[in-house]
């Protein structure tokens, strides 16, 4: 092996030393140091916590607090049959919501005139006329209110001025 003389290998090392000192001061910092911010807290007063609250209680009547007991979601028997012995008449029909707006009146010539809507559509009517394919009609103006009466199940509803 053939004996390296000792200037070229110390030429060599102080070369690298100083390629590295010239790199290393261009280098950046990977992240800013960023000064730590004093934050003021305003003593606030401390909450009574009631920690009885935060306890599990028992979920319903026959169940256990044990999130990992056996349950059942099943209904239970004596439900169905209680919902089965109470008696299921028909209901009474009623009327269907009204389907009209108050949107104005007019008084001329001592006859009182309402302006509805109806949907889109706006109607004047007045005291006795039929509406909405004769199922409603418009029996008493006042002050306070425009009353109706929905003709198939003669049910009186009223819509407030």
Do not use: C
Request: glycine share 6%.
């Amino acid at each position: 092996m053939k004996k390296l003389p000792r200037n070229k290998v110390l030429i060599a090392v102080a070369a690298s030393v100083l390629a590295a000192t010239m790199v290393m001061g261009r280098e950046k910092p990977a992240a800013e140091v960023v000064e730590a911010a004093r934050v003021e807290r305003k003593s606030e007063p401390l909450v009574d916590l009631d920690l009885a609250k935060l306890e599990r209680s028992g979920l319903s009547s026959g169940t256990s607090a044990d999130p990992f007991a056996a349950r059942s979601f099943n209904p239970q028997p004596v439900q169905q049959q209680a919902a089965a012995q109470q008696p299921q008449g028909p209901s009474a029909p009623e009327a269907p919501p009204l389907p009209f707006r108050y949107i104005g009146h007019l008084v001329e010539d001592g006859k009182t005139y309402v302006f509805l809507a109806h949907g889109e559509e706006a109607i004047t009517t007045q005291t006795g006329q039929k509406l909405a394919g004769n199922d409603w009609r418009l029996d008493k103006i006042t002050e306070q209110e425009v009353v109706l009466t929905y003709l198939p199940l003669k049910k009186k509803h009223s819509i407030p001025l």
